[in-house]
Every structure is written in C-alpha cells, then in structure tokens.
C-alpha cells in the first residue's frame, strides 16, 4: 500500500474532527447568546416592572390624604426601600451596556426623587408633585427604548 492513501485518509478524518469542532463552537455560541440575551430579557422586564410597581405605590400614597403627612412619608421611604429596584439596577451594572445602565440609573433618580418630594409634604393636587411625575414620566419610556434597542442589536 501507498502512503499516499494513509495521508490523504488521515487528511480527510483531520477535516472532518475540525469542521465538527467549528460547527459545534459555532452552535454553542450562538445557544451561549441566546441564553445571555434572555437573561437580559428578564433582568430588563423585572426592572421596569418594579419602577413601575413603585410609581404606582407613591402616587397611591400621594393620593391618600387622610393620612397624616408623616404617616404618608413613612409609606413613601418603606415603598422604595421594598421595591428591589436597587438590587436589580445593580444586576443591570453587570450584564447591561454603559448606555442602559446610564439611563436605568436615571430613571431610579427621578422616581427617587418623586418618592423624596412625596416624603417632603406634598399631594396629587400640588403643581410640585406634577413637575416630580411627569420628570419621572419623561424618564421612564426612554429607559424602555433604550433596553428595547440593546435586546434588538445583533
């Protein structure tokens, strides 16, 4: 027999090992981002959910006028400080773009800031509580937009 036919079958088994290999890497890639860009999905979607959730909290207690100013503080501070939104804008430090953790952190300042407003004395009817809402309101839709085009880039 010819070395030439024990080369060129080495040859080709070589091949075929590598071809297999680039394919399996590429296929595990491809599963690997798939899997980053979902737990991106999740982190996103529970972050909005509880700036939203705290939003609804503060206005609920802005309207809630027989209760004495302290007691409405009192639920503002307890509101924010259950609503997890610290500890998720802290999950969006580590798997998020600069630009969506620039904009989430903005977001939990002026929702902070409505909740500080709220714990300062003022209610639903006062202009300073529309100026703190709709700062809060005007923040909101761009974090949206903004993580909507992170999950969206390729």
Known sequence: ?????????????????????????????????????????????????A???????LRDTARHMEASQADRARTATETFRNSGCYELRY?????????????????LHRLRDFRDAIESGIAWQDEAYREQRDQWYSVFPALRQCMRQDLTRK
């Open 91 to 107: 999950q969006l430090g580590i798997i998020a773009p600069d630009g969506v953790v620039d904009v989430a952190t903005a977001a």
């Open 1 to 49: 027999m010819s070395w030439s036919f024990f080369i060129s079958t080495a040859l080709g088994a070589l091949i075929a090992v590598l071809s297999n290999l680039v394919a399996d890497r590429t296929r595990w890639k491809h599963e690997e981002q798939g899997r980053q860009q979902e737990i991106k999905r999740q982190v996103y979607a529970e972050y909005l959910s």
């Open 51 to 57: 700036l939203s959730r705290t939003d609804n909290a």
